[in-house]
């Protein structure tokens, strides 16, 4: 029997937006709030849309990579990276939650408290109104509807347009390639992201790290296929395609992105939560539903400052990541980019699981920046400061 719709007058927590960011703290709040009346409203037709999250083991703890453990579809034990002077591969744990899964697993968590299909007309901080009408009110929303202008922020751009494919034969892959960069460097620092889902099907990716957010579909699918075929790969069928536009955090003012906010509380990438250099954000989502899942109130007033403190905090602490990101897109020619990543993979691994992890020591940041840069001196100087707004 299908479970009782959720009454409108009857809901705690509405989150508006049914990507990893709600997903996260939804699945969180029922795990340690089970009575807790929710609610998740998504535009779409799923949940998730069509994505692939993926983190690197160290960059949880123990305890978070068991609470979404459900929601992981694929781990492997090690990942390598391909550079023209550098190979490596490295022991570091490495997994993956695909948007089936994520769909799957929280409409199964959430009985009768997802409503898909349901674009938001208004959002105010106890209500919403849905396309249709429906108003929907709850002690408090959360606004997780992905990225919006942020003119506060200087930002750069990893875009990507991946494939699911199945091959002809047998890849031979037994681990991810995080960043294969022997390909030839266009519109930035380019790379290609290899998953491999089981003994012939891969997840394809083409990634620049680009200084303008425009995507070129039809370009990006022929250059994967011109890799597939570099590798002795043949493509019998494409599965699905995903594509997206991940921020790359440069410089600016956080004080006055959150003053340009409404006093609605937000979550993922509109609440700028995402790792400075990588784009990753499923480490953020994760920490920051935990701490919603510790307030002892869930009223708007006090997620709404939870975010807000949360976002700020993390976004000064993490200024020598938009340093080094300032040397990437604006010390380096475009098609030398590349080569700022391939020393960086020449360090220590533990240091390696630390940056990704966004919680480098001193010494790290001193070891990443010592010795003979890979950009021109005279243009590196002037990336180490900042000037806490956009260009």
Not at 166 to 190: E, K, S
Not at 380 to 389: Q, S, T, V, Y
Request: include cysteine; proline fraction near 8%.
């Amino acid at each position: 029997m299908a479970a009782r719709p959720l009454p409108l007058d009857e809901i705690d927590l509405l989150l508006v937006g049914g990507g990893l960011a709600n997903g996260l703290i939804a699945l969180r709040l029922r795990q340690r709030h089970p009575g807790l009346r929710l609610a998740l409203v998504e535009a779409g037709a799923t949940l998730g849309g069509i994505h692939t999250w993926s983190f690197f083991e160290q960059d949880l703890t123990p305890a978070q990579r068991a609470w979404i453990a459900p929601l992981v579809a694929h781990r492997w034990d090690g990942y390598e990276v391909r550079f023209p002077a550098r190979r490596r591969q490295l022991s570091s744990g490495y997994a993956s939650i695909t948007s089936a899964r994520f769909h799957d697993q929280l409409m199964a968590s959430l009985p009768g408290m997802v409503r898909l299909e349901a674009p938001v007309a208004r959002l105010a901080a106890d209500h919403a109104e849905l396309a249709d009408g429906t108003i929907l009110h709850a002690r408090a929303v959360i606004d997780g509807r992905g990225p919006a202008p942020a003119p506060e922020l200087a930002l750069g751009y990893q875009k990507f347009l991946g494939q699911e494919v199945v091959l002809a034969a047998p890849h031979g892959l037994m681990r991810p390639i995080v960043m294969d960069a022997t390909v030839a460097q266009i519109d930035g620092y380019r790379f290609l992201y290899v998953l491999p889902f089981s003994e012939r099907s891969l997840l394809i990716e083409d990634t620049r790290y680009a200084d303008g957010p425009a995507l070129e579909p039809p370009a990006l699918r022929a250059a994967i296929a011109e890799y597939a075929a570099s590798q002795g790969w043949r493509i019998r069928e494409v599965l699905r395609e995903e594509e997206g536009v991940l921020p790359v955090a440069l410089d600016g003012d956080i004080a006055a992105f959150w003053r340009s906010r409404a006093a609605i509380p937000q979550a993922g990438l509109r609440a700028a939560l995402f790792h400075p250099t990588t784009g990753y954000s499923l480490p953020d989502a994760v920490r920051l539903a935990e701490a919603i899942a510790a307030v002892p109130r869930l009223d708007a007033a006090s997620l709404n400052a939870l975010v807000r403190s949360h976002s700020t905090a993390l976004w000064r602490q993490r200024s020598f990541f938009r340093r080094l990101n300032r040397m990437l897109f604006r010390a380096a020619r475009p098609e030398r980019r590349y080569r700022v990543l391939e020393r960086f993979y020449g360090l220590p691994q533990p240091l390696i699981e630390r940056f990704y992890a966004a919680r480098p020591t001193l010494m790290d940041k001193l070891r990443i920046l010592a010795g003979k840069p890979p950009v021109p001196l005279r243009a590196a100087l002037p990336c180490l400061m900042e000037r806490g707004r956009p260009d």
